[in-house]
């Protein structure tokens, strides 16, 4: 035996005191590590660069909607697979996996409810499952809640964070985009608001549809929005991109968002917009 070992029994050493490993999160901008209760209180921003983390569909909804006052939708039900994609891995088997680690069967959860006493269907997409892509389920979900809306005659408000069409079902995910549009043509025709709230990321298809056709598109601070990559911009017409380009703030200064609005403010802002641009008929 050696004499650490022997001192060691003689002294009063407790058991080394477990802890959680996710006491803390990193910060992905100013790499500070903050205390996970404090980043959770604090809406999931961080307290010292301000940066917008990425939050799930039910978190979204009780952020945006007044407690208690919101049921959510029901899930389309699609054909699955329709095209029986296999690349690494068979498209069902992606579908499992993504919905082993979230909450809900598809990226796009709709509520119906109120903000601060507005009556709104609040329409989420969820970049947590499979980057928040676009295929059927997503199509008809956001189909069926614009549809309640117009049923309901209240404004629809469309949260959006996606990485474009799901490409494991081809030309049927493309098909969302004119699907989509149609919608808002419907509620525009009702006079009905459709308001927009572009988080990080909001890219490809989904730009190139419905996230682009409200009557007012806000931004989180910092959000990427666009429809192609930097990358691949920049190798197209050969030139550096100034800096902060596709960044809510740079599209807010360049006319194509309306207004950067900071989470802690986004329900007080939803509420005003549902208030002005909702007809007396339907108030």
């Not at 996996?97 to 796009?108: C, G």
Request: proline share 5%; aromatic share 8%; net charge neutral.
């Amino acid at each position: 035996m050696s004499w650490l070992t022997r001192v060691r029994e003689r002294l009063p050493f407790g058991n080394k005191r477990e802890s959680p490993d996710n006491l803390w999160i990193k910060c992905p901008r100013c790499t500070e590590m903050v205390f996970r209760t404090e980043y959770e209180q604090n809406m999931s921003v961080c307290p010292h660069c301000d940066h917008h983390g990425r939050i799930g569909a039910d978190k979204r909804l009780s952020q945006v909607m007044d407690e208690g006052s919101f049921e959510l939708l029901p899930s389309p039900q699609v054909t699955e697979d329709p095209l029986r994609f296999k690349d690494t891995k068979r498209y069902t088997d992606r579908l499992k996996a993504a919905r082993a680690s979230n909450p809900h069967d598809d990226a796009f959860t709709a509520a119906f409810g109120t903000i601060e006493g507005q009556k709104a269907v609040v329409g989420v997409q969820d970049f947590m499952f499979m980057g928040g892509s676009m295929g059927m389920a997503v199509g008809d979900s956001f189909c069926n809640a614009a549809q309640r809306a117009l049923d309901e005659n209240c404004g629809f408000i469309c949260i959006t964070a996606a990485g474009g069409a799901r490409m494991q079902e081809g030309i049927l995910s493309l098909m969302q985009m004119p699907r989509a549009t149609v919608m808002t043509r419907r509620l525009r025709e009702a006079g009905l608001p459709y308001i927009v709230v572009l988080t990080d990321p909001t890219t490809g298809g989904v730009t190139a549809s419905y996230a682009m056709l409200g009557d007012v598109h806000i931004a989180e601070p910092g959000a990427l929005i666009g429809f192609a990559g930097q990358r691949v911009i920049q190798e197209t017409i050969r030139e550096q991109l100034p800096e902060g380009f596709q960044r809510a703030e740079y599209l807010h200064k360049h006319g194509m968002v309306d207004m950067v609005v900071h989470r802690k403010d986004l329900r007080e802002r939803l509420s005003q917009l549902l208030e002005y641009l909702t007809p007396a008929k339907a108030a």
